[in-house]
Structures are given as C-alpha cells and as structure tokens.
C-alpha cells in the first residue's frame, strides 16, 4: 500500500522565520498532493493542495512545490506567526487516503 | 459550509462492550472516512466507504466494523470494546472522487476502560 512520511517530526522556528516540512510517498500513481492543519484541540483542515500537472503554489503565506519524479513535495510557510504553531499532516491519496505522520511546528515569539 | 458531525465528544465505556460511534454529513457527500488518531501515529484509516451499503477497509480495520444504510450517516462499531481502542476518533467526508478535499468532524475522544 501506499506509504507517506514527513520530515522533520518537530520543527521550532522563531517568528519571522521560514519553516519548509517535506514529504515523500511511494504511489507514483498519486496526482493529488494536500497539506491539512491540525490545531490543539481542533480538527484536520485543508491549508493548500496542489495537483500533479503543476509543480508550485502559492497562498498568501504557505506554498506547496512539488517533485513528481523524486515522489516528495514540501509545505513552505513563510514569515511564521504564532497561530501557525500546529501540526500538519500531508497525504498521497490513492486508493486509500493516506496520511504522514504529521509535523508539529511551534513558532516561538 | 459542510458539517460534518460526530455524535458524541467524549465517550468512556468497559472492555468487552459494543459501541457506536456515529457520524452525519449534510452536504450529500458521496466519500466517508473513518479515521483514528494517536500521538505520533497520525491519522489511520480504518474503513471508509464511497457509496451506501458499500465499505471498503483501510489499514487497521481489525477490531473494527462500519455500516452505511444512508447516504449521511457513516457508523464505527467497536464489536468488543478493548483497551488498545482508547483513541481518538475521526470522522471524514468528500465529494465523488479520491482528489478531493475531505472535511473532518470533531472527533470522538474514546477511553476504554
């Protein structure tokens, strides 16, 4: 089946600062690439997607590029605020909508 | 905006008892998921379903059991309740389609005692 990591497990970042997480799967038949937001205490909810015919984008602060052929692709945030301090999972849907095991980010003040 | 809802917050129950975690979609979502949630484990699929009365397992279904008679409503059972089922639970749903975005429900922090 589908198998989905993320690097790094943890990551702290002053505020300002840039954090990048990546990710890689093993379904090369995966065209479909989401980023979802994990807040304590809160739901799962979609920040960015992107599809396997385009290679970047771009939301405001958060981005998403993709590496269809080294099968990886990586959330971007950039000058990071403390309401960014979450955990974030990303997933490679195929069959199965498989999530990594996410990435708990704390953006310190 | 879609709403996904999951009966219940918290639930505690014994080892050995049957449950039923419920979860109700309101946006004629033809995708349910179920999901569960443990520290440094992510999110592990148990069943999900893309049509009434079908179901399909996912990575860790043993344990477990769903049902689908509507096309809103997508039920957990727990046969036998034990121990390593303390969790959270969460509940999933998307339009037609595995490219989709899926919209979760609160979830359902599970203890079994």
């Known amino acids: 089946g589908e198998n989905v990591e993320q690097h790094p497990s943890t990551l702290s970042v002053q505020e300002g600062d840039s954090a990048v997480i990546k990710c890689t799967y093993s379904?090369?038949?995966?065209?479909?690439f989401p980023w979802y937001k994990q807040e304590l205490g809160k739901r799962p909810q979609l920040i960015i997607d992107i599809r396997s015919n385009v290679g970047e984008k771009k939301d405001q602060r958060i981005a998403v590029t993709l590496n269809k052929t080294a099968k990886h692709f990586s959330l971007h945030i950039t000058e990071t605020q403390p309401e960014d301090s979450a955990v974030y999972f990303c997933?490679?849907?195929?069959?199965?909508?498989?999530f990594g095991p996410g990435t708990r980010l704390s953006v310190l003040p | 905006d879609v709403k996904v809802t999951q009966s219940s917050r918290y639930l505690v129950k014994r080892t050995g008892e049957k449950v039923f975690l419920e979860c109700v979609q309101d946006m004629d979502h033809e995708n349910m998921f179920w999901y569960r949630q443990d520290p440094g484990l992510g999110l592990r699929l148990i069943y999900f379903s893309y049509d009434v009365k079908m179901k399909e397992k996912g990575d860790i279904p043993e344990g477990y059991s769903v049902s689908r008679e509507k096309k809103e409503r997508f039920s957990l059972i727990l046969e036998s309740a034990s121990t390593n089922q303390t969790s959270m639970y969460l509940c999933?749903?998307?339009?037609?389609?595995?490219?989709?975005?899926?919209?979760f429900g609160s979830g359902t922090q599970l203890s079994v005692l």
């Open positions: 999933a749903s998307s339009s037609n389609g595995v490219a989709e975005k899926l919209f």
């Open positions: 997933a490679a849907p195929g069959q199965n909508f498989v």
């Open positions: 379904d090369s038949a995966s065209n479909y």
